[in-house]
Each structure stands twice: as C-alpha cells, then as structure tokens.
C-alpha cells in the first residue's frame, strides 16, 4: 500500500465584506482570498485491520496548545473529509492513518483545520485510485466535496487568489498579484470562534454593501494599493472580544508595517510587509516582546500532492 501526502495553504482575506446573516446560518461574503505559503501538511498510510480512522498530529514552529487543541476524533474535519470522499467514490471507508503536520495558528482566522482537510481530500483523492482502485474525482467535484464541509476549504484546494461569495465556497479565480507580498503574523494567545465572531457582527449590526471585487483586484498595481484596499469587516467584531487586538495593531503599524488587519474571524493580525527583511525584523521584534509572530508570503499554489 502506498503511503500519499499532501500539502494546503494558510490564507488571508485582503478584502472580507460580510452581508446579512441568510436563513441557511451562514452570512453571505464577498472576499479576496490569498494564500500564504506556510503549509499544512498531510500523510494517509494504510492503518491496522479494523482501526478505522487514526490521527497524529504534531506541530512545526507552533506553541505546544495549538496542536494540543486538535480534536483527534470525529470531530475532525479530516475525517469527515475521508467519509464523505467514501461515499462518493462507493467504497466503505478504508483502515487508515492520518498524520498531520500543522504549521497553521489553530483558531486562528487562517483557514488551518479547512486546509487540513483540503489536503485530506487531495492526498485522500489519490490514496484510493492506487491503493483501492477508484476512479479519480476532478477538481471540480473536490471543490464541490470541500464546499459541503466548510466555506473555506475550496480556497484552500484552489490557492493563488480568488474571489469567494456565497458562504465564501463559490470561488472565481483572478489573475494573480504582479508582485510577491510578505506578511507578519502575529498570534494571540487565545483563539477565537469563527460563529462567536459573526454572533458579536450580527450583534453590532454592521452589514456592508459588496464591491466588485474583481474590478478592485485589477486596481491593484503596486504593494501600496494593496495596503490602501485591505479591509475586513469582521475587525471590529474580533476587537470588541478581544480589545487588546487594537493595541497589537498599532504596535505591528508602529514597527513599520504597511498595514496590519485581523485576519478573517480573527485573531491573528496579518500585516503587509514591503520586503521579506522587514517581515523578519517585525516578527523578531514581537517574539521579543512575548508575542509569538510568524512570517509567510504569497503567491501559494492550492493543495496539491508531494512526491
Ligand atoms: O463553514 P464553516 O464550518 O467554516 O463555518 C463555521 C461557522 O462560521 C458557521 O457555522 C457559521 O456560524 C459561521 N459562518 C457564517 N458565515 C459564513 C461562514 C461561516 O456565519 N459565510
């Protein structure tokens, strides 16, 4: 039996607009989605008779608790996102194990566990066609397998850039930046829950009217205009529960970034650097200060196999 292993990317919304909360539970968006290239990894090897689903998880360059919060059961989107591929290729699901390596903050607004199980369907995609001799899905139908999962694992199977409306699962790819961008991030102590973030949105009361963000995307000629159109209208929402994100903003900005945004539901802040050196130097700045930063930069393929 072949082992398969896969990769997926963290993201960041440039552009988050948030309409209204629709009767599905979910609020219609408008985003400009980028990938970064710090990468989820993900390894399905065959598993012991009659073990069913088995997961690892080990971090790379993470604190100890965001791997320690990574639920190892059902509740896992990877293992969702086996049983649902299963199903539609007509096979009852296989004894597996599943190692994952995470690279990406975990409740952190970048997408970490829908790349987990971005990568799951990929490497999981291809782990039956050799192993069990199904046909294989098109990209398509896993973005379509993806969407039913979470509203941000077809960006994480896609990559690049794109703009996502609906649940932020319909996605149309756009020409990619003419430039390299690179980013600090800096993670809170604590995560925050991706619905408790829209609740505090609905809350506040603050819907906004959505842009064509194709038209702003094609706008965007140089890093400065990028730093001047990134918004995210969920900011303020993740400051009210978290006020001391404001001060980390201006603390980022205040090291010379171009601009720093909570990343989609937050916490992490993703600031736009002007070069890879000055990423570093914010990032070191902050880890000195207590505060555990990263850096990643763009462009980032989709999830994709690794030989
Ligand atoms: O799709 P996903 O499972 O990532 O969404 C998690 C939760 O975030 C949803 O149950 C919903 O409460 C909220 N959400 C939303 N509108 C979106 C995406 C997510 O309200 N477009």
């Given at each position: 039996m072949n082992k398969v292993r896969a990769t997926a990317p963290a993201k960041v919304n440039l552009i988050f607009e948030v309409g209204q909360l629709e009767p599905t539970g979910y609020h219609s968006v408008n985003s400009l989605f980028l990938a970064l290239d710090l990468r989820e990894e993900v390894s399905i090897s065959v598993g012991l008779q009659g073990t069913g689903i088995t997961i690892y998880v080990k971090g790379e360059d993470l604190p100890a608790r965001h791997i320690a919060a990574v639920?190892?059961?059902?509740?896992?989107l990877v293992v969702k996102a086996v049983r649902l591929l299963s199903k539609k290729l007509g096979i009852e699901t296989p004894d597996i194990q599943i190692d994952i390596l995470k690279r990406i903050p975990v409740a952190?607004?970048?997408?970490g566990g829908s790349a987990d199980a971005a990568a799951t369907l990929v490497a999981f995609n291809e782990y039956a066609n050799k192993n069990l001799g199904t046909a294989k899905l098109t990209l398509e139908e896993l973005l379509e397998a993806g969407s039913e999962l979470g509203s941000d694992i077809p960006f994480c199977i896609l990559g690049k850039i794109a703009v996502g409306t609906d649940r932020g699962n319909q996605l149309s790819a756009i020409p990619e930046l003419s430039f390299t961008t690179h980013w600090v991030l800096a993670i809170s102590q604590q995560g925050l829950s991706t619905p408790t973030v829209f609740a505090k949105f609905d809350e506040l009361g603050q819907s906004s009217e959505f842009r064509d963000l194709v038209e702003l995307r094609n706008s965007i000629g140089t890093i400065e205009d990028l730093a001047g159109c990134l918004g995210n209208d969920l900011q303020a929402s993740a400051v009210e529960l978290m006020p001391q994100l404001s001060t980390l903003i201006q603390n980022i900005e205040s090291l010379g970034a171009l601009r720093a945004i909570v990343s989609g539901s937050g916490p992490t802040i993703a600031a736009l650097c002007s070069s890879k050196e000055q990423a570093e130097t914010i990032a070191e700045t902050l880890n000195g200060q207590g505060i555990f930063a990263l850096t990643a930069s763009s462009p980032a393929l989709g999830a994709n196999l690794e030989g």
């Open positions: 639920p190892t059961d059902e509740s896992n952190g607004g970048m997408a």
